[in-house]
C-alpha cells in the first residue's frame, strides 16, 4: 500500500480500539457493563452472540482471525462463538474485500458482493471460474467452471476485459500488494448497442505486519453507469483507507470519501483508458489530501514551546556553532584528511 499514514483526525472519522493483544480485557468489560445493567440476569445467548458479532465485524484490517481466537477464550461458548463467526465473518471478508488464492495457482478472487453467487460462491470475471469459499476459515476450498448464465455477454465482455487490462495496469504501479476485479452488475446479457450496463471496477490493497504492530489497508470500489441513450459514462467511487498502530499505544485510522465524474461513451479499448486515467487521478488526490491534512493535524495542535524543546537553544559549550568558520574543528580537518581534500 503507498504511504498509509495514521492520523488522528478532527472530524470523528477516526476510530480507537484495542490492540490484539488486549482484546480480551475489552471483551470482558463489555460482558461486565452488560451484567451491570442487568444485575439479576445473565446475559442470554443472543445477547452474547451480538457482542460477539460486534467485535469480529470492527475488527481492523488483518485482525479478525486475532479478535477471534481471544472471543472463544472469554466466551468459553462454543455454540455462541461458532454462530457468531458464521454470521459475522461473511459480512467481514466482503466489507474488507479480502482477496484469497484459488486452489491449483488457479488464480486470485476477491471476496465481495459484487461478485457474489451464493452465499459461499464468487465469481473470478478474469478466469471465468466460481470459487467455493469458507468464511470462517478465509480459505478457497474449490473451483468450477463459471456457467454461461453467471458471465456477460461477448459485447459487455468486450468493455469489461478492456477495462480490467488497464485497471491492472494502474494497480500494478500504484499498490505493491493490490489487486483488482472488474465485475458486471448490471445488464450483462445485453448483446450489442442499444442498452445501459454497469461495471464495477474492485480494488484492495493491503499491508499487515503484526510483529510490527501496524496493518493497513486501501479499499475502493466505483461504479461505472454506460449510458447508451446519452453517449455518457456516469462514474461514482468510494474510497476507505484503514490503518492501525498499537505498539505501545493505539490509533487507527478509518478515513472514507465519495468521488463523481463522467466521460463520453467510447470504444471499448478508449472507455477503459478514459476510466483508468479518471480513477488514477481521484485515487492519487485522494492519497496526497490525506497525507497532508495528517500533517497539519498533527502539528496545529502542538503548542507554541514544542518546537522549542524540541532542540537546545545553545549546545552544552554554552557558545553558538560558528557556521562561518568551522577549520576550528578537528573534525572538519579530518574529514578533509579522509577524503584528500586537505591542502
Known sequence: ?????????????????????????VIEKAMADEEDELPETELSYDQKKEIAKWFLLNAPAGEINYVAKDLKAVLRDEEVYSEAAMEAFPVYNKSHLICLEMPSRAGDV???????ITVNEYLDPRTAQVAIVDHVKQICTKVRPANDEELPSSYIEEYRYALDAEVQRYV?????????????????????????????????????????????????VWN??????????????????????????????????????????????????????IIRHHETEYLAALESLHHQVAYSKLPDNTFKDLRRKLPVTRTLFPWQNTLQFSLTREVEKELGLGK
Open 1 to 25: 500500500m503507498t504511504n498509509l499514514t495514521p492520523f488522528k483526525s478532527t472530524d470523528g472519522d477516526n476510530k480507537l480500539v484495542s490492540p490484539p493483544s488486549s482484546f480480551p480485557r
Open 224 to 277: 461505472i453507469d454506460f449510458q447508451d441513450e446519452s453517449q455518457v459514462l456516469d462514474i461514482k467511487g468510494k474510497l476507505q483507507v484503514g490503518a492501525h498502530y498499537f505498539e505501545e499505544g493505539n490509533v487507527e485510522l478509518d478515513a472514507k470519501n465519495e468521488f463523481h465524474d463522467s466521460t463520453i461513451f467510447q470504444s471499448a479499448d478508449d472507455c477503459a483508458i478514459a476510466i483508468a486515467n
Open 172 to 220: 500494478s504501479e500504484a499498490y505493491p500488494k493490490g489487486v483488482s476485479a472488474v465485475n458486471c452488475v448490471k445488464g450483462k446479457d445485453a448483446d450489442g448497442p442499444g442498452t445501459d450496463f454497469e461495471l464495477v471496477v474492485i480494488i484492495s490493497a493491503t499491508k499487515l505486519s503484526p510483529q510490527n504492530f501496524c496493518n493497513g489497508s486501501w479499499r475502493s
Open 110 to 116: 476477491i471476496v465481495s458482493s459484487y461478485s457474489e
